[in-house]
């Protein structure tokens, strides 16, 4: 039904600030809020970030005060911007769809992410 498509990452230093977007296609009427999520070489995928309906977010402990999720409705948008990159950052970003503000559990496809890679 909606098709999710992440953009955005590549190689940046230590340090440095990117930012993803991931831009939905088809119906949107269903989704009360959206999630990041990322998976390093070697590990499980884990929850980076969350936006509900109304725009309130939450963040794991591991990014809190350096990334900042965003939305964007009228371009179908949604956006994760990461300062203070750290070479423990590198991993593939990808945004899924969450079941409601009070569930926040991912309820769609997993697309093929956007690789985001932090080394000097």
């Known amino acids: 039904q909606v098709q999710l498509v992440e953009s955005g990452g590549e190689l940046v230093q230590p340090g440095g600030s990117l930012r993803l977007s991931c831009a939905a296609s088809?119906?949107?009427?269903?989704?009360?809020?959206m999630g990041w999520y990322r998976q390093a070489p070697g590990k499980q995928r884990e929850w980076v970030a969350a936006?509900?309906?109304?725009?309130?977010?939450y963040y794991s402990d591991s990014v809190k005060g350096r990334f900042t999720a965003s939305r964007d409705n009228g371009k179908n948008t949604v956006y994760l911007q990461m300062n203070s990159l750290k070479p423990e950052d590198t991993a593939v970003y990808y945004c899924?769809?969450?079941?409601?503000?009070?569930?926040?559990?991912?309820?769609?496809?997993w697309g093929q992410g956007t690789q985001v890679t932090v080394s000097s």
């Open positions: 899924n769809i969450l079941r409601s503000d009070s569930n926040l559990r991912p309820v769609g496809s």
């Open positions: 936006i509900t309906s109304t725009g309130i977010t």
């Open positions: 088809g119906s949107i009427s269903s989704i009360n809020a």
